[in-house]
């Protein structure tokens, strides 16, 4: 997983907003076990509390759940996955739209942009 840090959010939700990703895109599938708290902590070059605090955000939105004896695992509920893969595909499409928006790009041409690169990609794989 790619433990780099941006200077524009606190660790903590950029560790929350990483493992999101990875469930979501099936890198950590369901009923998986997570490392422990301090693994975790030490491959991502944390203080194993903001991970600790990180985890504990994953567990109120119920992609994470804990079992006393055995550790955290991803959710097996698929369609809360699913819902969180939703949730985070509108920012980032929020976020593009913005950036978009900013270069004067109106809809249209946004549109007439993505179906280009839609092309490409597929002219690429062929």
């Not at 950029?14 to 493992?19: G, N």
């Not at 006393?68 to 097996?76: I, L, N, S």
Request: charged share 30%; net charge negative; hydrophobic share 40%.
């Amino acid at each position: 997983m790619d433990w780099k840090f941006r200077n524009d959010l606190p660790i903590y939700s950029q560790l929350v907003e990483r493992i999101q990703q990875a469930i979501v895109s099936g890198a950590m599938p369901p009923g998986a076990r997570l490392n422990s708290v301090r693994e975790l902590a030490t491959e991502a070059g944390v203080n194993p509390n903001t991970m600790q605090r990180a985890l504990q955000e994953l567990e109120r939105e119920g992609l994470v759940y804990a079992n006393r004896t055995a550790g955290r695992f991803v959710t097996e509920d698929i369609a809360r996955i699913q819902e969180a893969r939703k949730a985070l595909a509108a920012v980032q499409v929020r976020s593009f739209l913005e950036a978009m928006e900013k270069l004067g790009c109106d809809h249209e041409e946004i549109l007439a942009l993505l179906a280009g690169e839609k092309e490409e990609k597929q002219d690429a794989d062929l």
